[in-house]
């Protein structure tokens, strides 16, 4: 079975600065997806971005960035220049063949001003 | 606004009673599915429909069941409820069944299930 490992539960970081969250994964799949979501106080799960397992380049979206290492199944994510609107709950997700999505415990980022 | 919207936002009820979590798809979209979110368990997936079948079973207790009606729709029962079973429950839809493709799901607001 899949497995998803968030090894930060809690994480700060100054507004500007830049901060990683890490993830590593389990699986025996060689094709899935990987992603991370944003849970702010709101609870809406919104998609910050996503990774596909067979590229190599690794995702990009505006301050987000990933560091996606397939053969050690690790996927982080870099938020770079840190605002106050990007404190929230942080989730990794993996979806395999069966398409649901395995989330981890998750990573609550914290934004000093 | 992701499409998906979810009834009620907020439900308060008792232990040992039942209730259903109702849940609209993006237009379009043929494939739903229910997490629950709870302070134990964390996010996990509970059970998938694709165009009226049932398609993957999660961590769904016994005493849950869904259905997707022919509009799409899909209802989550809970019945003989316990105190743990409070927690926020979501329902995401996407276009295909899931495959290999990129196969975005869309999260709709969630309902707050609180068993007193």
């Known amino acids: 079975a899949q497995t998803v490992t968030q090894s930060q539960p809690e994480m700060s970081v100054q507004e500007a600065e830049t901060v990683t969250l890490s993830c590593t994964y389990d699986?025996?799949?060689?094709?899935?997806?990987l992603f991370w979501y944003k849970q702010p106080p709101s609870r809406q799960m919104i998609l910050v971005i996503r990774?596909?397992?067979?590229?190599?380049q690794n995702a990009t979206e505006n301050r987000f960035s990933v560091n996606f290492q397939k053969a050690a199944k690790s996927f982080s994510l870099k938020i770079s220049d840190s605002q106050l609107g990007d404190a929230a709950m942080y989730f990794c997700?993996?979806?395999?063949?069966?398409?649901?999505?395995?989330f981890g415990k998750g990573t609550k980022l914290s934004v000093k001003p | 606004d992701s499409g998906v919207t979810q009834t009620p936002k907020h439900l308060i009820t008792a232990t040992g009673q039942r209730v259903t979590l109702r849940c609209s798809p993006r237009?379009?979209?043929?494939?739903v599915y229910w997490y629950q979110q709870s302070l134990d368990q964390g996010l996990q997936f509970l059970i998938q429909?694709?165009?009226?079948?049932?398609?993957a079973k999660g961590n769904i207790l016994e005493r849950f069941s869904a259905q997707q009606f022919p509009d799409l729709h899909s209802e989550l029962n809970l019945s003989s409820l316990e105190l743990g079973d409070s927690a926020l429950y979501f329902c995401?839809?996407?276009?295909?069944?899931?495959?290999?493709?990129?196969?975005?799901?869309?999260f709709g607001p969630g309902t707050r299930l609180t068993v007193l």
């Open positions: 429909y694709y165009n009226g079948e049932e398609r």
């Open positions: 699986t025996s799949e060689s094709d899935y997806y």
């Open positions: 237009s379009g979209d043929l494939s």
């Open positions: 990774q596909e397992a067979y590229k190599q």
């Open positions: 995401a839809s996407s276009a295909l069944l899931s495959g290999n493709s990129y196969n975005e799901q869309f």
């Open positions: 997700a993996y979806r395999g063949s069966q398409g649901n999505l395995i």
